[in-house]
């Protein structure tokens, strides 16, 4: 049905079917009471009219029946509405494990897209087509909002945080890219294309270009040029916390509380590192603001991410060796 009337954009994700037979159902209530109020508006003004300039109505005390009918029915209507947004919401709202990831920082007035094998886009998004893709996303100033209709999605990049979103695309082609939040000036042109590519094509794609190493790799050249390995030593000896298989971990911090290490833990402690010190050391961290981009941001939480923990036998491999030093 959408994809005959120029009113509704294609439907190329697998959110869209969902998000299009919410949509219907909302219109058709809206329509079927506003007809049903308007008709009976009508009805009323003829049937009930005045006839004679003596004529007084019948005084009405209200009637209960009428009373339970028009409450029950529009709460059980709106609890459907409900229910039903909610659903969708939460599915929207969670990635699945195995979803493609992607970086994505926005701009006055552009969107800056990196792939995982350190593939940079700016205003093109590529993807291949049924795998879900997780979008991992921030701004460098204001709030910009990424919305592709042909998808259904619509999510606000926000400065100082990471949004996320995900989509599974269900068609190749190309798609509309719009920032969905006035962002200044040029805010209109703050558009692109979402490529969706057959997955071998979409390889492709991935292996050619410039690539200067993945977001990882890049991320480790950072955290070295940065000396952050001086103080983060992955045996613990140093005088910062060892990140060593820390991505996902629950952090006890000093003066009570925890948080969870997730990637916006970890851009919050290279921006503001006495925000949440970790239990046990001194916040003698300084501030990487101003010398970090939002891009290195995510190429050290990208880094940080692959810092696994050793083996149980490495393990006790550095136990044995490490009186000797
Ligand atoms: Cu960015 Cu509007």
């Known amino acids: 049905?959408?994809?005959?009337?120029?009113?509704?954009?294609?439907?190329?994700?697998?959110?869209?079917?969902?998000?299009?037979?919410?949509?219907?159902?909302?219109?058709?209530v809206t329509v079927f009471f506003s007809v049903l109020i308007f008709v009976a508006i009508f009805y009323f003004a003829v049937r009930y009219r005045r006839r004679s300039e003596q004529e007084l109505p019948h005084e009405i005390h209200g009637s209960l029946p009428l009373e339970i009918l028009w409450s029950v029915i529009p709460f059980g209507l709106t609890m459907v509405m409900f229910t039903w947004g909610a659903a969708l919401f939460f599915k929207e709202s969670r990635p699945p494990n195995n979803a493609l990831e992607i970086y994505v920082v926005g701009k006055q007035w552009m969107?800056?897209?990196?792939?995982?094998?350190?593939?940079?886009?700016?205003?093109?998004?590529?993807?291949?087509?049924?795998?879900?893709?997780r979008l991992t996303m921030t701004s460098e100033d204001v709030i910009h909002s990424f919305f592709v209709p042909e998808f259904r999605v619509k999510q606000d990049v926000v400065p100082g945080k990471?949004?996320?979103?995900?989509?599974?695309?269900?068609?190749?082609?190309?798609?509309?890219?719009?920032?969905?939040?006035?962002?200044?000036?040029?805010?209109s042109g703050m558009i692109g294309s979402v490529y969706?590519?057959?997955?071998h094509d979409y390889q492709t794609w991935l292996s050619g270009g410039a690539a200067s190493g993945t977001l990882a790799e890049n991320g480790e050249r950072l955290f070295s040029d940065l000396a952050c390995g001086n103080c983060h030593k992955p045996d613990n000896?140093?005088?910062g916390p060892s990140l060593v298989g820390l991505f996902g971990k629950t952090v006890q911090l000093s003066g009570g509380g925890t948080v969870k290490a997730d990637e916006t833990y970890i851009r919050e402690s290279v921006l503001q590192p006495?925000?949440?010190?970790?239990?046990?050391?001194?916040?003698?961290?300084?501030?990487?603001?101003?010398?970090?981009?939002?891009?290195?941001?995510?190429?050290?939480?990208?880094?940080?991410?692959g810092l696994a923990p050793p083996r149980p036998e490495q393990q006790e491999k550095q136990q044995k060796t490490a009186p000797e030093r």
């Open 1 to 28: 049905m959408g994809s005959k009337l120029p009113l509704f954009p294609d439907q190329a994700s697998t959110f869209a079917p969902d998000v299009d037979h919410l949509l219907y159902f909302l219109v058709a």
């Open 111 to 133: 969107w800056k897209l990196e792939h995982m094998e350190g593939r940079r886009e700016i205003n093109e998004l590529h993807v291949p087509l049924g795998r879900p893709v």
């Open 162 to 187: 990471y949004s996320t979103l995900w989509f599974e695309p269900t068609k190749t082609g190309k798609f509309h890219l719009f920032c969905a939040e006035y962002c200044g000036t040029k805010h």
């Open 196 to 199: 969706v590519m057959e997955p």
């Open 237 to 239: 000896s140093g005088r």
């Open 274 to 305: 006495a925000a949440k010190v970790v239990s046990g050391y001194q916040a003698v961290m300084p501030t990487f603001q101003g010398l970090v981009t939002e891009e290195g941001v995510l190429q050290l939480v990208e880094y940080i991410k």
